[in-house]
């Protein structure tokens, strides 16, 4: 039978869905600095693997480096809102400082632009795929909610 081959099928790209990645935590409060406390925000992006030695020590406060194995097949968060301890609204950011190479077009991790065999057809709907997913990284950075804190 034919019709089973495809262009994405004869070469899709490697498997992206889940890497290591380091992920800096800005603006963590004092009393979440810890491995429980960063291992708990990392979460927001993906499973915890470790800290950066630096971290551990507690080298650089202003910045914790940890390992993440990101989902990329998910939004990455950008920020954490939550209640600190006395009350007070707490921001963290959330940076990524290497990424995997990216299609701007298509949106799929592994290849740029210029390598892109999507179809054209395509192209216009996973735009659109992508503003649905920046409007729902707002509404899960709403409702990341931290306790036992
Ligand atoms: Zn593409």
Redesign the pocket.
């Known amino acids: 039978m034919l019709g089973e081959w495809t262009p994405e099928t004869a070469c899709s790209p490697p498997d992206l869905s889940a890497m290591p990645l380091w992920v800096d935590l800005m603006n963590v409060p004092g009393y979440l600095y810890s491995k429980k406390g960063l291992s708990f925000l990392s979460r927001t992006s993906g499973k915890f693997i470790k800290l950066h030695p630096n971290t551990e020590h507690c080298v650089r406060l202003d910045v914790a480096h940890v390992l993440v194995e990101v989902d990329l097949t998910k939004p990455l968060p950008t920020k954490i809102n939550f209640k600190g301890r006395d009350g007070s609204d707490v921001v963290v950011s959330i940076t990524y400082p290497w990424l995997p190479p990216r ?1 701007l ?4 991790w592994g ?1 740029v ?1 210029k390598d ?3 179809p054209k057809a395509n ?1 216009e709907a ?1 735009k659109q795929a992508n503003v649905v997913i920046e409007q729902a990284i707002v509404v899960a950075n709403d409702s990341v909610v931290l306790e036992g804190f």
């Open positions: 299609c077009s298509c949106s799929k290849y632009e892109c065999s999507a192209v996973a």
